[in-house]
């Protein structure tokens, strides 16, 4: 019998794919370590496959499952698996780049209205009682007229003056990163804006699709009305010089990741420099603390990381995450045109195979 380990709950494609297709009999457990911890040899020697979607895999638990041949991470990046280590025992990283593509790039254009028009923080204004009267009876022209909202309270904020904001038509939108995401969001934005501009190398290279100007960060930063971060890096890419080199009246949009973003200089860009406003899906610390300045700063829209949380989200992860598992046993099948992490392990991870049992039979 051939065990396939999973931390993570599976349905759709990906369990068909392991289940029907491969005949392995899936285990799910609270986590594979300890799991493979209260293994015995035997039990070890039975597991062809470990699926996760946060719990770190470490050269550990992939040394000491022989047979092992996939790890499956149905995220954009597996993160959390030593691919190192994975090469090294010839075993192959399947993952799902692009899972969330469709779902961020919607959230990213809905961050950019809920900035640009004030419509989270003109909510929230509401909601805490800012905006609201004091009294409950309503004012003589309010039922019979569509008239500017004005507080009874002299000196009060009017809605309708404090919270203009510009019109899309007339903006330019500059994207750093140009993968799955950044494609997706700069489809959503053509049409809507004035212009789009990309930051990427690879754009720069093979040119980054019509309707789009590709340049440099420096040279687009002082003429972007929006920058939109969509690149994944360990190391920032927008500290203090890029901020202080956007436009002035500016805003800018984070739904990448904490990693790339300088948070201080955020806020030091928002209350003496250029930026007019922000909007935030990850942070430095998550969940946010509430002692952080992130949280009362009015120049800023915030939402608790959820870009990627659409419906569909999960159901396309597991149909790329199986296409890679089907793919690896198709005798010749591009790896490179898979989604596998890491493709140049595949001859060894054919000979891998050659020492075990045979994938399409260890079920029997």
């Given at each position: 019998?051939?065990?396939?380990?999973?931390?993570?709950?599976?349905?759709?494609?990906?369990?068909s794919?392991?289940?029907?297709?491969?005949?392995?009999?899936?285990?799910?457990?609270?986590?594979?370590?300890?799991?493979?911890?209260?293994?015995?040899?035997?039990?070890?020697?039975?597991?062809?496959?470990?699926?996760?979607e946060?719990?770190?895999?470490?050269?550990?638990?992939?040394?000491?499952?022989?047979?092992?041949?996939?790890?499956?991470?149905?995220?954009s990046?597996?993160?959390?698996?030593?691919?190192?280590?994975?090469?090294?025992?010839?075993?192959?990283?399947?993952?799902?780049?692009?899972?969330?593509?469709?779902?961020?790039?919607?959230?990213?254009l809905?961050?950019?209205?809920?900035?640009?028009r004030?419509?989270?923080?003109?909510?929230?204004?509401?909601?805490?009682?800012?905006?609201?009267?004091?009294?409950?009876?309503?004012?003589?022209?309010?039922?019979?007229?569509?008239?500017?909202?004005?507080?009874?309270?002299?000196?009060?904020?009017?809605?309708?003056?404090?919270?203009?904001?510009?019109?899309?038509?007339?903006?330019?939108?500059?994207?750093?990163?140009?993968?799955?995401?950044?494609?997706?969001?700069?489809?959503?934005?053509?049409?809507?804006?004035?212009?789009?501009?990309?930051?990427?190398?690879?754009a720069?290279?093979?040119?980054?699709?019509?309707?789009?100007?590709?340049?440099?960060?420096?040279?687009?930063?002082?003429?972007?009305?929006?920058?939109?971060?969509?690149?994944?890096?360990?190391?920032?890419?927008?500290?203090?010089?890029?901020?202080?080199?956007?436009?002035?009246?500016?805003?800018?949009?984070?739904?990448?990741?904490?990693?790339?973003?300088?948070?201080?200089?955020?806020?030091?860009?928002?209350?003496?420099?250029?930026?007019?406003?922000?909007?935030?899906?990850?942070?430095?610390?998550?969940?946010?603390?509430?002692?952080?300045?992130?949280?009362?700063?009015?120049?800023?829209?915030?939402?608790p990381?959820?870009?990627?949380a659409?419906?569909?989200?999960?159901?396309?992860?597991?149909?790329?995450?199986?296409?890679?598992?089907?793919?690896?046993?198709?005798?010749?099948?591009?790896?490179?045109r898979?989604?596998?992490?890491?493709?140049?392990?595949?001859?060894?991870?054919?000979?891998?195979?050659?020492?075990?049992?045979?994938?399409?039979?260890?079920?029997?």
């Amino acid at each position: 019998m051939a065990l396939a380990l999973s931390s993570t709950a599976l349905a759709g494609e990906l369990l068909s794919s392991l289940t029907q297709r491969r005949g392995w009999d899936v285990r799910q457990v609270s986590s594979v370590a300890s799991a493979v911890t209260a293994m015995s040899d035997a039990e070890r020697g039975q597991v062809r496959a470990v699926i996760v979607e946060t719990e770190p895999v470490d050269r550990g638990l992939i040394g000491s499952l022989v047979n092992l041949e996939v790890v499956i991470c149905p995220r954009s990046e597996p993160v959390n698996v030593d691919v190192q280590a994975a090469d090294d025992h010839g075993v192959a990283v399947i993952h799902a780049p692009g899972r969330n593509a469709e779902a961020v790039a919607d959230f990213t254009l809905g961050l950019c209205l809920a900035a640009l028009r004030h419509i989270a923080t003109s909510y929230q204004a509401i909601v805490s009682g800012e905006l609201t009267s004091t009294d409950s009876g309503p004012g003589p022209a309010m039922a019979k007229a569509d008239v500017i909202w004005r507080p009874r309270e002299p000196g009060r904020v009017i809605p309708y003056l404090a919270y203009k904001g510009p019109e899309l038509s007339g903006l330019t939108v500059g994207i750093i990163g140009y993968g799955a995401v950044g494609q997706a969001v700069a489809r959503r934005f053509q049409g809507l804006v004035q212009r789009v501009i990309i930051v990427d190398p690879l754009a720069s290279a093979q040119g980054p699709g019509a309707g789009f100007v590709s340049m440099s960060l420096r040279d687009m930063l002082p003429v972007a009305d929006v920058v939109t971060l969509h690149a994944r890096s360990a190391t920032i890419i927008m500290g203090r010089d890029e901020l202080f080199r956007m436009k002035a009246g500016s805003y800018l949009i984070n739904t990448a990741r904490a990693t790339v973003l300088d948070y201080d200089a955020l806020l030091a860009a928002l209350d003496s420099g250029p930026l007019r406003g922000a909007a935030l899906d990850v942070f430095p610390e998550e969940p946010l603390p509430h002692a952080s300045p992130l949280r009362t700063h009015a120049g800023l829209t915030l939402t608790p990381h959820l870009a990627g949380a659409s419906e569909k989200v999960g159901d396309r992860q597991y149909a790329i995450a199986a296409s890679g598992l089907d793919g690896v046993y198709e005798p010749d099948a591009a790896w490179e045109r898979l989604p596998v992490r890491n493709p140049g392990v595949r001859e060894s991870w054919l000979a891998h195979q050659g020492t075990t049992q045979n994938p399409s039979t260890a079920s029997s």
